[in-house]
T-cell receptor, first 109, second 118 residues
Framework: GQNIDQPTEMTATEGAIVQINCTYQTSGFNGLFWYQQHAGEAPTFLSYNVLDGLEEKGRFSSFLSRSKGYSYLLLKELQMKDSASYLC??????????WGAGTKLIIKP | GAVVSQHPSRVICKSGTSVKIECRSL??????MFWYRQFPKQSLMLMATSNEGSKATYEQGVEKDKFLINHASLTLSTLTVTSAHPEDSSFYIC??????????????FGSGTRLTVV
């Protein structure tokens, strides 16, 4: 079956760095997306990885290891507005996104 | 970038009535749109894939007669919740991916519709 595993909740301090891990099992693989979702709002796109390695985009970076079925999202210089849920979504062989419940990130001053 | 507009953002309706939710791609054409439902603290659940000019593809367990989908043009898909019941109260979200769009943009989501059935 298809499965996503992320921590349910994480807490970090403003200005710090946090890494949100994601392991996945899918039927085929066509890349992996990370989305941010604030409470009561729709998800917004953060990053897409299809090849192994690190993709850096400002304060956010995303890493992928296809052989390990593993990805992480790295958030630097955390701000209070980064408090949200972070969704790891791999794309299967049918180009369908597979969603987990996401990781709720709480930022404390 | 690609923008998807979804209306209404919130709706309260009485049990037994029907509610229509619209999803429009504003600056691109979308042959395919996706309809999701999300209950509190749960993951997005794909309900159906809407295909322009043809019938929608429903996920297992989703009643096609209850959740009517129409994708009559390349920029508009609608979801109608018929004979709504309190258990249909949820957050409904549409998404689309522009034709020819680079994968770096991912899927663009509408702002979502909070449906409350009383």
């Amino acid at each position: 079956g298809q499965n996503i595993d992320q921590p349910t909740e994480m807490t970090a301090t403003e200005g710090a760095i946090v890494q949100i891990n994601c392991t996945y099992q899918t039927s085929g693989f066509n890349g992996l997306f990370w989305y941010q979702q604030h409470a009561g709002e729709a998800p917004t796109f953060l990053s897409y990885n299809v090849l192994d390695g690190l993709e850096e985009k400002g304060r956010f970076s995303s890493f992928l290891s296809r052989s390990k079925g593993y990805s992480y999202l790295l958030l630097k210089e955390l701000q209070m507005k980064d408090s949200a849920s972070y969704l790891c979504a791999p794309m299967d062989s049918n180009y369908q996104l597979i969603w987990g419940a996401g990781t709720k990130l709480i930022i404390k001053p | 970038g690609a923008v998807v507009s979804q209306h209404p953002s919130r709706v309260i309706c009485k049990s037994g009535t029907s509610v229509k939710i619209e999803c429009r791609s504003l600056d691109f054409q979308a042959t395919t749109m996706f309809w999701y439902r999300q209950f509190p603290k749960q993951s997005l659940m794909l309900m159906a894939t809407s295909n322009e000019g043809s019938k929608a593809t429903y996920e297992q367990g989703v009643e096609k007669d209850k959740f009517l989908i129409n994708h009559a043009s390349l920029t508009l898909s609608t979801l109608t919740v018929t004979s709504a019941h309190p258990e249909d109260s949820s957050f409904y979200i549409c998404s689309a991916r522009a034709q020819g769009e680079g994968a770096n943009y991912g899927y663009t989501f509408g702002s979502g519709t909070r449906l409350t059935v009383v």
